[in-house]
């Protein structure tokens, strides 16, 4: 599930080897604000419940047949739920991407000061020279500002680094989803991995070649 690339200067110590640092000033929103992104703790997932994931969805995509069909739709996708363990609560998030963190991967958050204004989070080995972006948000108020962009630009450039020569994403099938990923390389594969198919069947499974 997930909702430019390019960084550069310093170096970083991610827990896989000293990397070069992503670039900590990344996207101006005006005057002097600026979004920065850094690595965060695995102990800090718990901050996703400051991401304001609602929106709109007008259109929706399927993909059958080699092809991507789009139709119209009005869904209120509400913000994470702040109680229950459900796939749709913050207690239930946190349980299910806490295993990837556990297993080598990266939580990378973008901060408007200290306000966290989207994360990604980063899986380094899906299969064999493909790596997964495992999720990606931005609150509703950052959105269309670029930050998508740098987040995924930061897995992207992690991925690269440890060697993988793809990038696996499950998108929802929300139509700004899907053509935020197209935009950026990311095209629908006919052999989704099959564990994550099986997870969310209804999404895009689209791949980038690093």
Same mark, same amino acid.
């Given at each position: 599930m997930a909702a430019g690339f390019g960084f550069s200067g310093g170096s970083v110590d991610t827990g896989h080897g000293r990397i070069p640092r992503p670039q900590r000033s990344g996207r101006r929103l005006g005057g002097e604000?600026? %979004?920065?992104?850094?690595?965060?703790?695995?102990?800090?997932?718990?901050? %996703?419940?400051? %991401?304001?994931?609602?929106?709109?969805?007008?259109?929706? !995509?399927? !993909?059958?047949?080699?092809?991507?069909?789009?139709?119209n739709v009005d869904v209120a996708v509400p913000t994470w739920s702040l109680s229950g363990d459900h796939e749709h609560s913050i207690h239930g998030r946190v349980n299910a991407w806490q295993p990837i963190l556990d297993r080598g991967g990266t939580l990378v958050g973008a901060f408007d000061a200290d306000t966290l204004a989207g994360f990604a989070i980063y899986r380094p080995h899906l299969t064999e020279g493909m790596a997964n972006l495992s999720a990606l948000y931005v609150s509703r108020s !950052?959105?269309?500002?670029? %930050?998508?962009?740098?987040?995924?630009?930061?897995?992207?450039?992690?991925?690269?680094?440890h060697g993988a020569r793809r990038l696996y994403v499950s998108a929802t099938p929300s139509g700004s989803t899907v053509e935020f990923y197209r935009s950026h390389g990311f095209e629908p594969t006919d052999e989704p991995d099959q564990a994550l198919f099986a997870l969310e069947p209804h999404d895009i499974h689209m791949i980038l070649d690093l």
């Open positions: 604000r600026v %979004i920065t992104i850094r690595h965060m703790k695995a102990s800090e997932l718990d901050r %996703i419940g400051e %991401i304001d994931r609602s929106e709109h969805v007008t259109q929706e !995509y399927s !993909y059958r047949s080699g092809s991507l069909q789009r139709r !950052y959105r269309r500002r670029g %930050i998508g962009s740098l987040l995924a630009g930061e897995v992207a450039r992690l991925a690269r680094s």
